[in-house]
């Protein structure tokens, strides 16, 4: 058997396709205009300035208007929540991103927190991971990595209901929100992380396996239940300077059902849920 790969690039341009409908729709309203996404970039970080490029790129695909605001990297925590605040007040500004990571004299949680809920298009804020773990869906955004890797599942064919998922990671932005995701689609759920001992035993019980440690190839074949989902959001290069994921493709493909490459998985899927989120601000700001 070999696993079938998941085409996350053509999935993510039908989103982006889906979300261009909508943005066109808002612009052709009376009083209507198309969505904006406020893009800021603090410093020079070469992979930070790729995902930006990235992110603007499939604005224009989309049809949403994206404005980057690059600020050095001695910028202080106090003129970039200045900034924040202008285009928490700007009308034409529905979503707001904040490239992470920041340098180290901005601390992140009081930028996160300084964005307004209704434009927090990342979802990172604590009023959208509330919203997310209440089930309040007309509140807040879903966090784009997780939200993704919902709908690769999806395409994979698999409906996660009554499976077994295994989420290795537990962070604010990717493990966790995972976890509720994949429990709100009825799986059974469990969570491993730097301090579980018997992590092989657990990943090989899964029907479904989304892999979020940050650790190159570290998931091999023999850790994989013959057949299953496997998403890798993993994103590292080689020691050639290749690109890689959490997973050990080399292993997992012949023992895996479905499997998403890097790059051409996640990666995408992740640039379009921010735009998905963005077109859902202006819907909502526009209503
Ligand atoms: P974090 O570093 O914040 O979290 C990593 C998590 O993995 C932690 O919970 C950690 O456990 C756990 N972990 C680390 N090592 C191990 C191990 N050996 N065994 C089991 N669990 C382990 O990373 P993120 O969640 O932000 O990102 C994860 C990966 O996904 C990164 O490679 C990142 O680059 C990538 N990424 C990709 C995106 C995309 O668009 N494709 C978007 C976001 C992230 P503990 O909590 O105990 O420390």
Avoid: W
Avoid at 177 to 203: F, G, K, W
Avoid at 214 to 237: F, L, N, Q, T, Y
């Amino acid at each position: 058997m070999t696993a079938r790969i998941i085409d996350g690039k053509a999935l993510a341009r039908e989103v982006e396709a889906q979300a261009r409908a909508r943005s066109e729709a808002l612009a052709s309203r009376p009083g209507g205009r198309r969505p904006g996404l406020a893009v800021v970039l603090v410093g020079e970080d070469p992979a930070s300035c790729v995902y930006v490029k990235n992110k603007t790129r499939a604005c224009e695909r989309a049809g949403v208007i994206s404005t980057e605001y690059r600020l050095p990297a001695d910028t202080t925590e106090k003129e970039l929540l200045e900034l924040i605040e202008k285009l928490n007040n700007d009308p034409a500004v529905d979503g707001i991103l904040v490239q992470l990571p920041l340098p180290k004299q901005i601390n992140p949680d009081a930028v996160i927190l300084s964005i307004s809920p209704e434009k927090d298009v990342d979802g990172f804020h604590m009023l959208s991971a509330g919203a997310l773990l209440t089930g309040r869906r007309d509140r807040g955004y879903r966090p784009c990595t997780p939200a993704g890797v919902m709908k690769l599942i999806e395409a994979s064919g698999v409906n996660p209901e009554g499976l077994e998922a295994v989420v290795i990671g537990r962070s604010n932005i990717v493990g966790k929100p995972q976890a509720v995701m994949l429990l709100d689609a009825h799986a059974t759920v469990t969570v491993v992380h730097s301090r579980t001992t018997n992590l092989a035993d657990i990943t090989r019980r899964a029907d479904i396996l989304v892999c979020a440690a940050g650790r190159p190839k570290m998931v091999k074949g023999d850790m994989v239940k013959p057949g299953a989902v496997v998403i890798d959001v993993g994103i590292h290069r080689d020691e050639n300077g290749k690109l890689c994921g959490d997973v050990d493709q080399a292993s997992v493909e012949p023992v895996a059902g479905a499997l998403t490459p890097v790059p051409g998985g996640v990666g995408p899927m992740t640039i379009a849920m921010l735009i998905d989120n963005t077109v859902l601000a202006a819907e909502r700001h526009l209503a």
